[in-house]
């Protein structure tokens, strides 16, 4: 993009599109929502945790939706929790990005016959960025849904946001 | 001490109130209770020397699935009759020894006393087996819903059950 590698160049002077920067910026920190509801998020510990270390690409948990960019919802989402899922994600400040985790948050995965107790996919009640498959996602899969993430991200401009 | 004997010890006491034994089961011998004595005989089985059950290891409901289908007039189908059970599971910790129990109600009427105040840890199974199966346990401190959303309709473990179509303005079915 060339927008870090001439920093210490040409006088500490930067010249790049607004959007780029603030794209760059909203891409290179995503804090997540600390938040976990089944063996996925076992999975999105162990990617937040030193062996895989999610830290590196600046998404770093968060316990306040007020403070949060991104919801992971990993796991399975029960009628009771998604109206509470629903809240917390109203509580997020714009800009705010939603990553699906596994098959039962993406299309209730293996409660999608008998599962009276679960919501057929989270995408019923908050517009989803990312579907991540698995039952559930290694950690590289998570990676993998961020990095798609990331690149939408780079791709809005101050306007509006993509939604495509 | 052996379920026979134990049986007969119980049959000794209470009479009528022990129904019967089952023993050609792969399980532990069952003995079957007057669902509106099962607080008594409980209580019983915890404090008298000989037996000292100390522990519920498990309270559970079960829908036995023996009701009969009628179809009325217009073409509908409803289920009527049946019972539903509710299997103790208790233990000895002292003397070593198992027993189970059951109690069997009507449908339409699925009342048990509670034995809440003879093991607490039964609390919890009481209200889960109200919530899946909508036993009434009689005497009990709170028996709400512990799973389901409180404002949840009908018992969802129920063999005649059947899933609405919303939930909170929420599609239901996949």
Not at chain 1, 3 to 12: A, I, R
Not at chain 1, 88 to 112: F, H, R, T, V
Not at chain 2, 4 to 10: A, D, P, R, S
Request: hydrophobic share 35%.
């Amino acid at each position: 993009m060339g927008l870090l590698d001439k920093e210490f160049n040409d006088s500490n002077i930067v010249v790049a599109k607004m959007e780029d920067v603030m794209n760059w910026a909203r891409l290179s920190s995503l804090w997540q929502l600390s938040f976990g509801l089944a063996c996925c998020a076992i999975e999105m510990m162990a990617a937040s945790a030193s062996n895989y270390d999610f830290d590196r690409f600046g998404v770093m948990p968060r316990p306040t939706p007020r403070q949060a960019d991104v919801i992971i919802i990993s796991g399975t989402v029960t009628l009771k929790m998604a109206t509470r899922i629903k809240r917390l994600y109203e509580q997020m400040p714009d800009p705010k990005y939603i990553i699906s985790m596994g098959s039962c948050a993406n299309s209730g995965g293996p409660y999608w016959e008998h599962g009276y107790h679960v919501l057929k996919g989270i995408d019923r009640i908050i517009p989803v960025d990312v579907y991540v498959p698995g039952c559930p996602p290694r950690p590289e899969a998570l990676f993998e849904g961020l990095l798609k993430l990331q690149e939408k991200i780079r791709t809005e401009t101050i306007r509006t946001k993509k939604t495509a | 001490m052996s379920a026979e004997e134990i049986y007969n010890l119980l049959k000794e006491k209470f009479g009528d109130s022990i129904l019967e034994m089952v023993s050609d089961v792969p399980t532990e011998s069952i003995i079957s209770v007057n669902p509106l004595q099962i607080n008594v005989v409980c209580e019983f089985l915890r404090d008298s020397e000989k037996l000292q059950f100390n522990s519920l290891m498990n309270l559970s409901g079960v829908d036995d699935d023996n009701s009969s289908k009628v179809t009325n007039e217009d073409g509908t189908v409803s289920i009527s009759g049946g019972t539903l059970t509710v299997y103790y599971h208790l233990d000895s910790t002292i003397l070593k020894h198992k027993i189970t129990l059951k109690v069997s109600t009507e449908k339409d009427k699925p009342e048990v006393e509670s034995v809440t105040s003879i093991w607490h840890s039964a609390n919890w199974h009481e209200r889960e087996a109200y919530d899946m199966y909508g036993f009434i346990f009689l005497n009990h401190p709170d028996l709400t819903r512990i799973l389901m959303p409180y404002d949840w309709e009908g018992f969802p473990l129920r063999k005649d059950y059947e899933n609405p179509e919303f939930y909170e303005g929420m599609k239901i079915p996949y």
